[in-house]
């Protein structure tokens, strides 16, 4: 079984910064790239960033590249997602999914297992 529990949302100022983390075991993060999908009200679903089990693979959708960075921590099998430069409308539900086996630019039916989801809130 896939457990994949998500961390670290909360409120923050335009301009500021969040880190989310996602907690999996030490066989998922081997196996799967796994990444992050975002679900704004009124928005469709957005996978914005995947890394894959080698790190050789990492993935930013252009709403988020420059200004958010995914990591791996193997020693606590995790994979963080530090977002900077926040904008009022990266304000979503941030889920932690993963991708399969590599990050490409996701079509929609990549996400076999999710997280409970994390909520980001960006006003000032």
């Known amino acids: 079984q896939v457990q994949l529990v998500e961390s670290g949302g909360g409120s923050a100022q335009p301009g500021g910064s969040l880190r989310l983390s996602c907690a999996t075991s030490?066989?998922?993060?081997?196996?799967?790239?796994i990444g992050w999908v975002r679900q704004a009200p009124g928005r469709e679903r957005e996978g914005i960033s995947c890394?894959?089990?080698?790190?050789?693979?990492?993935y930013y959708a252009d709403s988020v590249k420059g200004r958010f960075t995914i990591s791996r921590d193997t020693a606590k099998n995790t994979i963080s997602l530090q977002m900077n430069s926040l904008k009022p409308e990266n304000t979503a539900v941030y889920y932690c999914?993963?991708?399969?086996?590599?990050?490409?630019?996701?079509?929609?039916?990549?996400?076999?297992?999710w997280g409970q989801g994390t909520q980001v809130t960006v006003s000032s």
């Open positions: 030490k066989s998922s993060l081997d196996l799967y790239a």
């Open positions: 890394i894959s089990s080698s790190e050789g693979n990492i």
């Open positions: 999914a993963t991708w399969g086996f590599y990050c490409t630019e996701p079509t929609g039916y990549e996400y076999e297992h």
